[in-house]
């Protein structure tokens, strides 16, 4: 048991050190520089270089890419380069509706799934097990993005059964939260 444990945490290290490369190498193959941008087309020269030495990045792509490891390790996620806030807090902030449409969409799709898979196998080979079986084919064949906009067309602009969207927070009532993150959580 401990041999198969070392050989999983094995293979995640080596699998999230190299997806943490092809992500930084993305982003540095990517046109454009952040300091360009931040400060945008009129930006004097000297101005563009102070703030790219304050963001860190005038130093090698190797230590740049060092110091974002150790700073993800440390649990320090960086500054956002545009809207210069810590990306931790960003995140934080985001958790409280991410959450909960997370939990939302697995509690809708477990209460969906779990009886038509029982529906299924209780019918095993008849038309009810080939019916369950093409609907799954079809929720993981349909893109999500266009599954969402069709239930936005259909349910929000057309039955104007729920919002169109926008998320009004937590402070307007659990029902009222949960009734704008119900299209979403079908979507997933």
Known sequence: MLRYTLKRALSLS??????SLVIFLVIEVAPGDPASYMLG?????ETVA?????????????QRYLNWIGGMMRGDFGM???YRTPVGQMIADRMWVSLP????????????AFPAGIYAASRRGKPGDMAVMGATQLGVAVPNFWFAMMLVLIFAINLRWFSAGGFPGWDEGVFVSLKSLTLPAIAL
């Open 101 to 112: 449409l997370a939990l939302y969409a697995l509690t809708l799709s477990t209460l969906i």
């Open 41 to 45: 087309i009129n930006a004097q020269p």
């Open 14 to 19: 080596i699998s999230l050190a190299i997806a």
């Open 80 to 82: 956002s380069y545009t």
């Open 50 to 62: 102070a703030l790219r030495t304050e963001l860190g990045l005038d130093v090698s792509k190797t």
